[in-house]
């Protein structure tokens, strides 16, 4: 099992910017997959960025592409969103995910198997 925490959350003007960590924590021997997710109140979760194990691959949403960073750090077995040019519609909270079996960058929830609690990112306009 592997554990999840995000941090870096919090309330910001538009235009402004945020960067989330998300560290892991248990069973990260193997390689694999993180996502970054979000989801706004009343709205399904929504795919935000993903990156593969090595890093030399990343994957975005169109909403996102632009603004924001994905990366990682696997010596400290953290990744990165670096958020810049924030809008108020990026609130939501946010989640990092990991996938240990398809090694695919892929924007579906389903593809995850472990979950963080999530963030919160509010922004203010």
């Known amino acids: 099992q592997v554990q999840l925490v995000e941090s870096g959350g919090g309330l910001v003007q538009a235009g402004g910017s945020l960067r989330l960590s998300c560290a892991a924590s248990g069973r990260t021997s193997s390689s694999y997959v993180m996502g970054w997710f979000r989801q706004a109140p009343g709205k399904e979760r929504e795919f935000v960025a993903a990156?593969?194990?090595?890093?030399?691959?990343?994957y975005y949403a169109d909403s996102v592409k632009g603004r924001f960073t994905i990366s990682r750090d696997n010596a400290k077995k953290t990744v990165y969103l670096q958020m810049n040019s924030l809008k108020p519609e990026d609130t939501a909270v946010y989640y990092c995910?990991?996938?240990?079996?398809?090694?695919?960058?892929?924007?579906?929830?389903?593809?995850?198997?472990?979950w963080g609690q999530g963030t919160q990112v509010t922004v203010s306009s």
């Open positions: 990156i593969s194990w090595s890093g030399d691959r990343t």
């Open positions: 995910a990991a996938d240990f079996t398809r090694g695919i960058l892929s924007g579906s929830p389903r593809t995850y198997e472990n």
